[in-house]
């Protein structure tokens, strides 16, 4: 008894091989662009989480002052140094505003009597605007006493429009600027200084930086939701050539 066996070969075109190539970039490049937009938005909400939480330390921080402290303070904390500045490693922290006016901010590090080295914040100077060469105040060489409150500077990254500093003026606050001192990452803010206590690290409240969190996030949901509920998919193959084949088997 013969049974036959019936065999289908599908053969597609060249024109069709690319096209469906074309499908697949199109796809990759669809979900590429999608994944990328929720991918920022997840990004920027879990940096506005991160800027609450600094607030909430912020807002908790002890008013306590401690001298010398061995541990590193918290955002904002109160806390006292005894020490002796070395102005020659002076800088002024470029772009500072105060009540409306631009200025500049002046950064000498200090070496404590426990031999660490700290960034200390002296106090604001207006300067309208100018880039003309800033003269360097007087600095006691003296042992002194200082109080003020504490701005950690660890994850703190922006864009740079050239070199950091220049040797008078940098554009942000690191440490790296002094690679020679062994500098604790933070700086010291003083209540006393050429301005009085000037620095403010409430821009926006911790309840709005939550709010700026939850709408990143709505949105990188959306998109991921829009790049599901739109998402192409590949055309289904047209077969060109269709052979059939008979073979006999007995039985």
Not at 44 to 64: D, G, M, S
Not at 208 to 217: E, K, P, S, T
């Amino acid at each position: 008894m013969a049974i036959p066996q019936v065999v289908i070969t599908t053969v597609l075109s060249t024109a069709d091989k690319r096209a469906r190539s074309k499908q697949r970039w199109r796809i990759s490049v669809w979900w590429g662009g999608w994944l990328l937009l929720g991918a920022m938005g997840l990004g920027l909400a879990n940096w506005q989480w991160q800027r609450a939480e600094e607030k909430r330390q912020w807002q908790t921080a002890p008013r306590v002052a401690e001298v010398n402290p061995q541990s590193l303070p918290q955002m904002n904390q109160a806390l006292q140094l005894q020490g002796i500045f070395y102005p020659q490693f002076n800088r002024w922290l470029d772009n500072r505003t105060l009540n409306g006016q631009v200025g500049l901010a002046l950064i000498t590090p200090l070496q404590s009597t426990d031999g660490r080295w700290w960034l200390v914040d002296r106090g604001f100077v207006a300067t309208a605007g100018s880039r003309a060469p800033q003269p360097w105040p007087d600095t006691a060489l003296t042992l002194q006493h200082l109080q003020g409150y504490w701005q950690p500077l660890e994850g703190r990254r922006g864009l740079l429009l050239g070199a950091n500093d220049d040797g008078q003026r940098i554009q942000q606050l690191r440490t790296d600027v002094w690679p020679q001192l062994d500098l604790q990452p933070g700086v010291l803010h003083l209540d006393n200084g050429s301005s009085g206590r000037w620095w403010q690290p409430l821009g926006v409240s911790r309840e709005r930086h939550l709010g700026y969190a939850a709408q990143w996030l709505l949105l990188a949901l959306a998109a991921l939701a829009l790049a599901w509920r739109y998402r192409p998919k590949l055309k289904a193959q047209r077969v060109r050539v269709c052979t059939l084949k008979a073979k006999r088997r007995w039985l």
